[in-house]
């Protein structure tokens, strides 16, 4: 499988990239006690700090609501992943335990201010373009709507429209039964390559020692 940034991206966002884990023989199931205190705790930290601060004052908050409205999304009709979870946690609307993989995912995403999906490595289908989407681009999605992503991005395979950083697609969740995910952190555009590395091997070295199996990650730009 061949993972890539369209041109018409990385032009209108100078500095584009994304960090991508493969994993293979992985155990989805319930969150580790360990997982699910940190989980909490960091939420009760955020909301904690966003008594004092606007949501829109977290440089990876600031920095994606940029990139949405570089690209031609309107971030305060379609906000970047991160920012909704910030703003449930305002809320005082605290994330719950779904499964290990769902949880650490918003746990990193949450750590550092980056959106990143997670999909079942086989409902996948050929090689995958990252791209700013067209109304051909559409799907299902977690939140229960049908999503279109034009002037947004989005990633496809052969199928189509999969995965954003704004909401993924019910086509390509992880449930317990998933064996090989693929998981793409929606890095900001300023994060240079040592850090970005240093933060794919942080996850993948979690997420592998909790779901067992193997992975290996790559940065995209």
Known sequence: MEIKLSNTLI????????????????????????????????????????????????????????????????PSRYRPSIEALYRRIKKHTYLQPVHSGVDLNNFFSLEYQVPIGLYDLDALEGDILITIGDENAHYEGLNGRNVTFSNSIVSLDNQGAFGSPYVDSVRTKVTETTKNALQIVYLKPSTDLDNAERLLSSLQQMFNQIHGGEGKALVIA
């Open 11 to 74: 032009e209108k966002v100078p500095g584009f990239k994304v960090g991508v884990i493969q994993y293979n023989n992985i155990e989805i199931g319930e969150s580790p006690q360990m997982l699910r205190g940190r989980l909490q705790l960091f939420q009760e930290s955020i909301h904690f700090d966003l008594q004092d601060k606007n949501i829109t004052d977290f440089d990876g908050i600031k920095e994606w609501r940029q990139v949405f409205k570089t690209v031609g999304t309107d």
